[in-house]
């Protein structure tokens, strides 16, 4: 699990800095990931049993993320204004 916690937060990271161009280290993307587990983030939907989609604020930005509900961490970042379909 612990692998797979440190692959979250890299892949997580590397996409808020290619979709947003905002660079964030572990304590941030904590902050994000406490969003979701304090009710402080928007749910926007279900992507499968385990996946959600959130919405949370990172500065003035408001990032859609996914969560994923096993490894209690955020696994990526959606571009903005892409389009996604949930189940």
Do not use: E, F
């Not at 604020?57 to 389009?83: F, Q």
């Amino acid at each position: 699990m612990r692998r797979k916690k440190s692959n979250d937060y890299l892949h997580t990271k590397k996409r808020i800095l290619q979709s947003y161009s905002i660079a964030i280290g572990r304590n941030v993307y904590n902050q994000l990931c406490n969003q979701i587990k304090l009710g402080g983030s928007i749910y926007l939907g279900r992507q499968t049993p385990t996946r959600t989609v959130h919405q949370v604020n990172l500065a003035s930005n408001k990032l859609i993320v996914v969560y994923n509900k096993n490894s209690n961490n955020i696994c990526t970042v959606l571009y903005p204004g892409r389009s996604y379909s949930l189940k």
